[in-house]
């Protein structure tokens, strides 16, 4: 979705920037619209979103299995209508830029759904200073191909997410190489993970948010020469939960927001 990540020249950091939205922004109670986790692709990439009960968004941007880029923000919705009050790029393939964007939506709630705005069908432009780009989902992302058990609304435990995970790290604002391959993501029954990257060590705790299928993140980050050393927070979104695979994304920030993480990592194999 988000094809700034292969274009060039035209986006400005914004590490120097205040005013980034920062993890927990969005109250429920001043947002009425959808919610839920979302498979938004277009031509170029398959965006995994997410929507908050608060309006808050996470948005993780996938090219073959890899991370592209993240956007993270808040929404409002006015009737049918969703428009985004705040909403930063993290650009972990075009060099690490931070990059202003916004969104906006149609959604519709099902006429035979019991539960207003829990699977409605999205119609989405995302905008950045290169384009405009449109993709569609026709409700809440399954737990897999072929599964009607969806993500957000089914949620796991997360003793049930419990096991070792191998993967990548892609880190924007810092002088981090862009991408770092994860060693271990080792994940306890109570939620207590460990990861190693590079020079970073990862030490956090997954929170099911408010009794749906993802995982609000609080992590400390150590390393002597870890340019994202300190205390992060952001959202764990099951991709894929299947009998032999589970993806997960964790789309962390620091305290500023001027520095991101994102954990991108599958059920390690035998």
Avoid: W
Avoid at 37 to 66: C, H, K, Q, W
């Amino acid at each position: 979705m988000l094809v700034a990540c292969s274009a060039h020249g035209s986006s400005t950091p914004l590490q120097t920037r205040a005013g980034l939205p920062l993890p927990g922004a969005g109250s429920a109670l001043d947002y009425a619209g959808p919610q839920g986790v979302f498979d938004l692709p277009n031509a170029t990439f398959d965006s995994v979103v997410t929507i908050l009960d608060s309006g808050e968004v996470y948005g993780m941007d996938l090219i073959g299995g890899r991370v592209a880029g993240f956007f993270h923000g808040t929404l409002k919705a006015v009737g049918t209508k969703i428009t985004s009050k705040n909403l930063v790029e993290y650009n972990a393939l075009d060099g690490g830029y931070i990059q202003v964007a916004s969104l906006s939506a149609v959604f519709m709630t099902p006429s035979n759904s019991t539960q207003s705005n829990t699977d409605p069908s999205l119609k989405v432009s995302l905008t950045f200073p290169f384009g405009t780009f449109d993709s569609r989902s026709n409700g809440q992302k399954p737990y897999a191909t072929g599964e009607s058990k969806q993500i957000y609304v089914r949620p796991v435990a997360v003793a049930s997410l419990a096991g070792s995970y191998d993967g990548e790290l892609s880190t924007v604002g810092t002088t981090m190489k862009l991408y770092n391959p994860i060693s271990t993501l080792a994940l306890s029954n109570n939620g207590a993970f460990t990861a190693t990257a590079q020079d970073c060590k990862f030490e956090g705790t997954l929170t099911q948010h408010r009794n749906k299928g993802v995982f609000d993140v609080t992590a400390h980050v150590t390393g002597a020469d870890c340019a994202i050393a300190g205390s992060m927070k952001g959202l764990m979104t099951p991709v894929t939960l299947s009998p032999t695979n589970k993806t997960l994304g964790f789309q962390l920030l620091s305290a500023d927001a001027r520095k991101s993480a994102m954990l991108y990592v599958k059920t390690s194999k035998p």
